[in-house]
């Protein structure tokens, strides 16, 4: 499918700009709801969750949508409408269907819908489960829900990396783009976990933060809060962009991706897949860190990820440049949307770079030995350009089974 | 089963299709289940809502050869009775 000559040699990499973003998040439905409450310090978390309250899926989603869709393609397929819309691709797709791809991840899938079935698996056994249950509960239904609504018929298939899932999203769309597979890629992720299985198989892993305060880097942070949610991110060819006089956001310049091979759940302390993974993006986006102006951190509110993430970039960016990165966490305005949580921050952070504000970790107060770094605490505060250079930000994500993964985002000429 | 009759059937199918997107005013023995965008995963639910309440077995066979609203309540009514 790629472009590549009779030697098999494909053409220079396309560069690839956002020109559209959607999100559903407990801040809101929407992604202005979401940068702007954050920015103003609000946060989304009420009884040790981040829940989409504002989201009311009768409203926005036909009768057949609703019964379709477990509730983490509802939410993907909302955030996908307004980031199309927002790309001006609500009337009419700019592009051959055939060349828009389509990622939408999820790191646990539709587990609202199995654990309905199974209610109704043991209740009434395995003949009155819906035929439904499969096609509702598989992590590849978000994807092809968007797909389907919006007739994109590109190469569609949903990434599963936990709490990376998104980020691998985007990254895999970047690839898809800058190889010439497709000419835009609608990519994203989703998760609805809010179920009585999921905050019982967190917190048996002692996860789950008991006091239910997502506060990102600071001393007394005791576990993650589960959020929910979806983003979206539309993705186009810089050059194809450019020819349809697209209003651009902002670009994806740099990916980079490495496993800990360590254990399970818990990251390798020293940092040093997570560390490369960074350097590995920078060295994508051909640049250095002196020319990283914020970070969008992983930032989970556990005490391990906090302290490892902060390792890890002191190694990737070198320590005098680290202290100097102002770093934020989403995180601490939404808690922890696993699958969702990489193209939720993505949006954040394009919305940051083109605000040119940086939101702040919210709550963050007590400082921790392990977390030196400055984490924009109390408010908002103006990012500060390298060198009167659009701005540019880094965006991390790791996840339970070793994921580590880099995102460098550049914002548009203002 | 011996006393269902066929409005009592229809008005049943018709209730469980308008469950699954359709207004049940656009619902009628002549709609085709095409228009009415009832697809083959639809009709298994329906299925599973016939058995219930008439005991019928709708198996995929029968299904396949339905197209209208009305073809569907012939066939249960026929097999209930």
Not at chain 2, 21 to 37: H, V, Y
């Amino acid at each position: 499918m790629s472009d590549a000559d009779s030697n098999g040699h494909l053409p220079s990499r396309r560069r690839v700009v956002v020109t559209g973003l959607g999100a559903v998040t407990p801040l809101g439905v929407g992604s202005e709801m979401l940068y702007s409450r954050w920015a103003a310090g609000e946060c989304g978390i009420f009884d040790g969750a981040g829940a989409c309250t504002d989201f009311e899926p009768s409203e926005v989603l036909t009768v057949k949508e609703m019964r379709r869709l477990d509730r983490f393609a509802q939410l993907a397929l909302v955030a996908a409408g307004e980031a199309l819309a927002d790309s001006g691709w609500d009337r009419e797709l700019p592009y051959d269907p055939m060349r828009i791809g389509c990622i939408v991840a999820t790191g646990i899938g539709g587990i609202q819908t199995i654990e309905m079935q199974h209610d109704v698996l043991r209740d009434r056994g395995p003949a009155r489960m819906s035929p439904l249950g499969i096609p509702a509960q598989m992590s590849n239904a978000a994807a092809a829900a968007v797909s389907m609504k919006f007739g994109l018929k590109g190469q569609m298939y949903s990434v599963a990396s936990a709490c990376s899932s998104g980020a691998h999203a985007i990254g895999c769309g970047l690839r898809m783009i800058q190889y010439h597979d497709a000419d835009a890629v609608v990519v994203g992720g989703a998760e609805a976990t809010l179920t009585p299985f999921g905050f019982g198989s967190f917190n048996s892993m002692q996860a789950l933060s008991p006091t239910g305060i997502s506060r990102p880097f600071d001393a007394r942070r005791d576990g993650f809060v589960m959020g929910e949610g979806a983003g979206v991110l539309v993705l186009e060819a810089a050059d194809a962009a450019a020819a349809r006089g697209a209003k651009v956001l902002g670009e994806v310049t740099g990916y980079g991706s490495t496993s800990d091979a360590y254990h399970l759940t818990a990251p390798e302390p020293s940092g040093a897949a997570a560390t490369r993974a960074i350097e590995l993006a920078l060295n994508d986006a051909g640049i250095g860190p002196d020319e990283v102006d914020y970070v969008n951190a992983h930032g989970t509110s556990t005490q391990l990820n906090d302290a490892a993430e902060t390792a890890a970039l002191k190694r990737a960016l070198g320590e005098d440049r680290a202290y100097r990165i102002p770093i934020s966490s989403t995180k601490s305005a939404v808690g922890h949307l696993l699958g969702a949580a990489g193209a939720v921050e993505a949006v954040a952070t394009v919305k940051t770079l083109t605000a040119r504000v940086i939101p702040p970790t919210v709550g963050y107060e007590v400082p921790d030995p392990d977390c030196d770094l400055d984490y924009v605490p109390g408010e908002a505060r103006p990012l500060v350009m390298s060198n009167g250079h659009p701005p540019v930000a880094l965006s991390n994500s790791f996840a339970f089974g070793g994921h580590n993964v880099a995102l460098v985002f550049k914002g548009a000429q203002s | 089963m011996a006393t269902v009759t066929a409005e009592q059937v229809e008005a049943r199918v018709v209730e469980t299709l308008a469950s699954f997107g359709p207004d049940a005013d656009q619902i009628s023995r002549e709609s085709t289940f095409e228009e009415l965008d009832i697809d083959s995963l639809d009709l298994v639910e329906l299925a599973q809502v016939v058995e219930d309440d008439y005991g019928v077995v709708l198996k995929g066979e029968d299904m396949k050869e339905l197209k209208t609203v009305g073809d569907a309540i012939d066939l249960i009514v026929s097999r209930a009775e």
